[in-house]
């Protein structure tokens, strides 16, 4: 309407619409739902955590891999309904050839696919590590994305449980070097136990027993509901406070019993543990070879130097429900944090996997044995930063601002620029407008910790002034509240010099030696 169009600010001359020109309908900047931006300093506490965790999966031997964001559904183990869309749960879409083609969900199938594709050469056991993005077509929520970041490290070719409590080291040995140490509890159990248990129970696999398939549902949420919340998802069901049912498993009381009594197996330590889950699996072969595993499981976690406190073996840790075959393990960070509601809680699962001996054999004519774990990596980024190691303010340093102070000599300033680049040392030169002022605000933006300033005079005299940027910071707040009057009067001396050009670098480094502490 006119009268709206008429309280609408007018616009500099430079960007005004020439007369007669059609007005232009302005999109609206959105997000995708389940989606998120990822700024600067996500992405260098990302960088940072991910080259430490790297640096360990290596000391392992393992190597690095890099697979498509896109597979076809088939390899990731989605098939087509009758419907002509693909399962829910992936995003899919169909290529020139009318192949179903979709964004990965792990990065667990995209390896067996290569392994499988690459088998006569590969040196076997296959022993890599991968980190990449991963998309789920799934309802987002609070902290649930639909993209996130998941850093991977397997083991193809090899049945031997070394490489299962390898999983348990190179975890606990990347989570402690993470500043976690003390802080990790890495919980084992073995799918084997678990079918034995069910088997006991007078129940078949689940893979094709819906009712077995709902009583390890109920299992899996011991931690959440306890025993008798577990007791009634085994039974007729359990209603929750907000009075929603879930209808239960159907299994009788004396059937529940003996799955809650394996689910009161775990002890202080992994060999009572065994000893415990022995008895609670006794008579059925499956489960008897799941407790020799992790038997031997834990002498190796022995010789490895990991105690019962960071790994410690836990009846209620299910994991994937179709998925694994043997060991599985879950990574929890054991402090608590406050809820939206302000109440304290664990913080939970930053890792897991498992023994996936089935998967690879898909695209083969024999059973290829597989393990693996899988650390969530903005889930774990969140954990440091709830822990206090990221995230406490300082950030990245920015790049060495240099004060683009007269823009008749931008080639001067590109000299400067250059110069400090060539000695290891970052540096951008403002290409905005304004003068020292807008400079120095924009650098602060950017946490430049050191600005160089240089006009007629210095180029005239071959000096520099360096300023730095992170002591005049702390110089202002010490003035501000009139503290420690003769540290500022020694630190302006310090805080802006001017110095011969050939000292530049030298005095920029010293500059940024001493912002660093």
């Given at each position: 309407p006119a009268a709206a169009r008429a309280r609408e600010p007018?616009?500099?001359?430079?960007?005004?619409?020439?007369k007669g020109q059609k007005i232009m309908s302005r999109l609206v900047p959105r997000l995708v739902k389940g989606f998120k931006d990822a700024p600067a300093a996500s992405l260098h506490a990302r960088r940072r955590m991910?080259?430490?965790v790297r640096r360990v999966y290596e000391s392992f031997g393992f190597e690095a891999l890099e697979t498509?964001?896109?597979?076809?559904?088939?390899?990731?183990g989605k098939f087509l309904p009758e419907s002509d869309q693909p399962d829910a749960g992936i995003f899919a879409f169909k290529d020139a050839d009318e192949q179903w083609i979709a964004l990965r969900y792990d990065l667990t199938a995209p390896l067996s696919r290569y392994v499988a594709q690459h088998f006569q050469t590969l040196p076997l056991p296959f022993r890599r590590y991968q980190i990449g993005s991963v998309f789920r077509n799934e309802k987002p929520g609070p902290g649930r994305f639909r993209e996130f970041t998941q850093f991977d490290v397997d083991t193809v070719g090899s049945s031997s449980m070394v490489a299962d409590a390898e999983n348990c080291a190179v975890l606990a040995r990347a989570l402690g070097a993470l500043g976690l140490e003390g802080q990790v509890r890495i919980a084992v159990n073995n799918r084997k136990i678990l079918d034995g248990?069910?088997?006991?129970?007078?129940?078949g696999q689940p893979s094709v027993d819906p009712q077995a398939m709902t009583a390890l549902r109920a299992i899996d949420k011991f931690d959440k509901f306890g025993a008798e919340g577990v007791r009634l998802l085994l039974t007729g069901g359990r209603k929750d406070e907000s009075g929603d049912?879930?209808?239960?498993a159907g299994l009788t009381d004396a059937q529940a019993g003996m799955i809650l009594a394996f689910m009161a197996s775990g002890q202080t330590s992994r060999r009572a543990t065994c000893a415990a889950l022995a008895d609670a699996v006794k008579g059925s072969a499956r489960g008897e070879e799941g407790v020799r595993e992790l038997d031997e499981i834990a002498a190796l976690l022995d010789a490895m130097n990991l105690d019962d406190a960071t790994v410690a073996f836990d009846p209620g840790i299910v994991r994937g429900l179709a998925y694994y075959t043997g060991p599985v393990l879950e990574a929890q960070v054991t402090f608590e944090i406050a809820d939206e509601d302000g109440r304290p809680r664990q913080f939970g699962s930053v890792a897991g996997?498992?023994?996936y001996d089935g998967l690879v054999g898909r695209f083969l004519d024999k059973e290829l044995p597989a393990t693996g774990v899988s650390i969530g990596v903005d889930r774990l980024i969140a954990a440091l930063e709830a822990a206090g190691r990221i995230g406490n303010g300082k950030g990245e340093a920015g790049p060495v601002l240099i004060v683009a102070f007269d823009r008749t000599r931008m080639a001067d300033y590109v000299r400067i620029a250059e110069e400090l680049r060539a000695a290891g040392i970052a540096a951008e030169i403002f290409l905005g407008e304004g003068g020292m002022k807008p400079q120095l605000r924009y650098a602060d933006r950017k946490g430049a910790p050191v600005a160089v300033i240089a006009g007629g005079d210095e180029f005239a005299a071959g000096t520099v002034s360096v300023k730095n940027l992170?002591?005049?910071a702390e110089i202002a707040a010490a003035t501000a509240t009139g503290s420690h009057e003769e540290w500022r009067a020694a630190a302006k001396a310090r805080a802006q010099v001017t110095v011969p050009r050939a000292e530049l670098a030298a005095t920029?480094?010293?500059?940024?030696?001493?912002?660093a502490q």
């Open positions: 007018a616009l500099p001359a430079r960007l005004a619409r020439p991910v080259e430490t498509p964001a896109v597979e076809y559904v088939e390899t990731l248990v069910l088997e006991r129970a007078g129940l049912f879930t209808k239960g996997g498992g023994r992170v002591l005049g920029v480094r010293a500059m940024l030696a001493e912002s």
